[in-house]
């Protein structure tokens, strides 16, 4: 035990830093004892435990990775493979996984590559070449998996953000139940004549929202204001809508809107402004993602819902460390809940 | 040379996988050939080689990168360091960069943490320990560098979108000469009252690319409108901006506006044309970043500068690639190019 620890110590160390040898030595115990002490792996007593992980933390001793590994069997790394080049979801995801994983001294590895099966195959294998403890898979959509094969991966695996199968473990928001969230809102602030404006029907995410928003609406008594709205998941959309809207009777216009994403809903919102439109007092608009750099800069700023994809980042993150760990884990979907976030695009709520 | 080949291979081979053992029987030729020949090492005739090599392209053989770390003393990956958990410099880097080497079996691991020394410290870690070929250390601001120490690392680096030391290998877009492209635009279109207005003084980019706003007008004889107006880099700040010229007189506003970044153009848009105005008819307007879904989104669409992120991650991947291989490497800054990207904000250009 004590050479298996010793040697890559030595053969990666960097002069002047310290080693277990210096901890075992300042804790007055073996290299192997020191070792089984601060892996939290042996039998010694409390005292003798804490006494050598003291010595370790007077000392600013950090385990080397390599000599931690070759005692655990981990390597302290996991992989985060995606196709979101562009970042939008992965980015606050990455940032919840690394937040939660670096406090256990555990290192993120970030691949993102196009859809390009060649490239996933690539990089898949430089992972576990690099034998990661475990992999994130995180995707841009709901309803699309990534262009790689898992099968035969030997390592433990959490889906994020994209589509998995039965036996899975995976991670998405609750997108139906968010959106019933905003409805709900509009409804309590005395909306009536509630529109839905959203992105393309392709999507599944399109769907769970649209079944959110007659959820609510029907649990409150009320009927859909129109059919949904479908288009692209842009301002420009957005901005059409809006300006249908405005060159209609006000009792021909609805009073609230829901929209699939904040593009669109910053869109709808300009339209209705740049016609002489007030929101919130004529139209209250709530968006869906809460991107902050929209949300906060649109006039007026915007209620959305938030789909906590960081905190799904870190829950994805400890799930695959029990995983890593060899403790048992549930299989399946989870849906994690969204929540809404006020601003002024909605008008003030009334008294709780 | 065979032994340290195959050891690896059938310690990590997955059942079913091509080794080279399968090129070298296909071949007629030893295992230690075959590794010659797919490596360009070792002597044989030419065409020894081309049948080795077209004996593992028909065998769809991809050689795995333990056995050519072990040939060739690399692990055929990068590690890419950021304090840019947004994402927003450090994406589009990160996709040239991988576009670059992903052609040639090069992987590259991205790690951002918060700006925190003791996560920047923890991931460097694992870079090192992983044995990254080399380092692309990439920032959020061009006169900054990361909370990390460099001093010890053996493996090269390379510096993209952040401070570095004269001694350092660094790329940075050339923003005085970006600015300078956006204002002979300006010009160009008949502009002769151009303003600026940017983002807060500390930041070096603002002080270059007002510097370019002077360069250009005084090439053309022009006299600055006003003083550089320095507030956030936000809509809001732009915004307020628009509003305070929508108020004056014609004769008291001016005709051309290069805004510090995309943000701000469009909070400057968005206030003229609300009280009124038609950008580009009674302002030009052009902004900084080309970050398309802000660019595009713009009612009118922007007219704004591109820094070239992607050009430059596939640069720095090539430079580090060099190092990597032992190649001579001039030292210092390298400041890439930037491109006007022309939309609806200015106008039309005049003929050529």
């Given at each position: 035990m004590s050479s298996s620890v010793e040697t890559p110590e030595e053969d990666v160390s960097v002069p002047g830093r310290i080693t277990i040898r210096d901890v075992a030595k300042a804790a007055g115990v073996s290299i192997a004892t020191a070792s089984k002490a601060l892996n939290d792996r042996?039998?010694?007593?409390p005292e003798t435990r804490a006494r050598i992980q003291t010595a370790a933390r007077d000392l600013g001793f950090t385990p080397n990775a390599v000599a931690r590994a070759l005692v655990s069997?981990?390597?302290f790394t996991i992989g985060l493979l995606t196709n979101?080049?562009?970042?939008?979801?992965?980015l606050p995801v990455a940032a919840g996984l690394s937040a939660a994983l670096i406090d256990r001294g555990v290192s993120v590895f970030l691949c993102a590559f196009q859809d390009d099966p060649e490239a996933a195959r690539v990089n898949l294998r430089a992972m576990q070449d690099k034998c990661v403890d475990g992999l994130i898979i995180a995707g841009k959509r709901i309803d699309r998996g990534l262009p790689i094969e898992l099968p035969r991966l030997s390592m433990p695996v959490v889906h994020v953000y994209s589509l998995c199968g039965d036996d899975d473990i995976g991670f998405m928001p609750d997108d139906r139940a968010g959106a019933a969230l905003a409805v709900q809102h509009l409804i309590g602030l005395g909306r009536r004549r509630i529109a839905h404006v959203t992105g393309p029907l392709a999507f599944a995410a399109v769907a769970q929202r649209t079944e959110g928003w007659a959820d609510a609406l029907k649990a409150h008594g009320l009927a859909p204001f129109g059919a949904p709205l479908n288009g692209t998941w842009s301002e420009g959309f957005g901005y059409s809508v809006g300006q249908a809207w405005a060159a209609l009777p006000p009792s021909e216009r609805p009073d609230g809107v829901f929209c699939g994403n904040d593009q669109i809903a910053r869109g709808v919102i300009d339209a209705l402004t740049l016609a002489g439109?007030?929101?919130?007092?004529d139209i209250s608009v709530v968006g869906f993602d809460n991107w902050s750099v929209f949300a906060e800069a649109t006039r007026p700023p915007l209620t959305t819902i938030d789909m906590n994809l960081q905190e799904m980042g870190r829950q994805a993150g400890l799930v695959l460390l029990d995983m890593v760990e060899g403790l048992p884990v549930e299989r399946g979907l989870r849906r994690l809940p969204c929540r809404l976030v006020t601003r002024q695009s909605c008008g003030v709520p009334p008294p709780a």
């Open positions: 042996g039998r010694m007593t069997q981990r390597s979101d080049t562009y970042g939008r979801f992965t439109l007030n929101v919130p007092r």
